[in-house]
């Protein structure tokens, strides 16, 4: 069965602190991807990172980095040095394959509320 | 680029209207998906399309909606006829061939 956990429900840190969102996913596919969304207090959402499941690299975007292992099913996310415009819930996603209409079932999970303080 | 467009940006209408909400993907990308948020049922991924054909519709929650793609510029997401169980954010999403999803702003439907 798919399933996506952030078991983080909210989080709070003072600017500049670094934080990290988790996700752990459940698949019994081999081929998946895994994405992360941005969606902050004025509601439009705001795709951040896709990853397919065979490639393990973790990565770098500026403030922001991510990382997969497999090994553990998670796919955590990390804001270093975090600023008040971070604050937004995210969303964590896995698609896999639709076996029954030969395209790809996302779920996401319930999201991390971040507030980032001055 | 304008970037995704979706129209109207809310809507209110009463129960049993037909609901029509519409989006203009950014020219050139070849997907364009359809979401829907709820406080109760979070983020939903309700029908994707490929070079304007339908590829998975299993997100579709019943019969009452229907999604078409007629062009590569323009979809529709129809709900008719529409209950107050509809009333949602409806988010309309295209991606490019490197797999980078854009978002419109939302079309907030409340169903009387």
Known sequence: AQKVTQAQTEI??????????DCVYETRDTTYYLFWYKQPPSGELVFLIRRNSFDEQNEISGRYSWNFQKSTSSF????????????AVYFCALSEANYVTGGFKTIFGAGTRLFVKA | ???????????????????????????????????????????????????????????????????KMPNASFSTLKIQPSEPRDSAVYFCASQTSRNEQFFGPGTRLTVL
């Not at chain 1, 709070?12 to 969102?21: P, Q």
């Not at chain 2, 304008?2 to 050139?28: D, F, N, W, Y």
């Open chain 1, 76 to 87: 955590n996310f990390t804001i270093t040095a975090s600023q008040v415009v971070d604050s």
């Open chain 2, 1 to 67: 680029d304008a970037g995704v467009i979706q129209s109207p940006r809310h809507e209110v209408t009463e129960m049993g209207q037909e609901v029509t909400l519409r989006c203009k993907p950014i020219s050139g990308h070849d997907y364009l998906f359809w979401y829907r948020q709820t406080m109760m049922r979070g983020l939903e991924l309700l029908i994707y399309f490929n070079n304007n054909v339908p590829i998975d519709d299993s997100g579709m929650p019943e019969d009452r909606f229907s999604a």
């Open chain 1, 12 to 21: 709070s840190v003072v600017e500049k602190e670094d934080v990290t969102l």
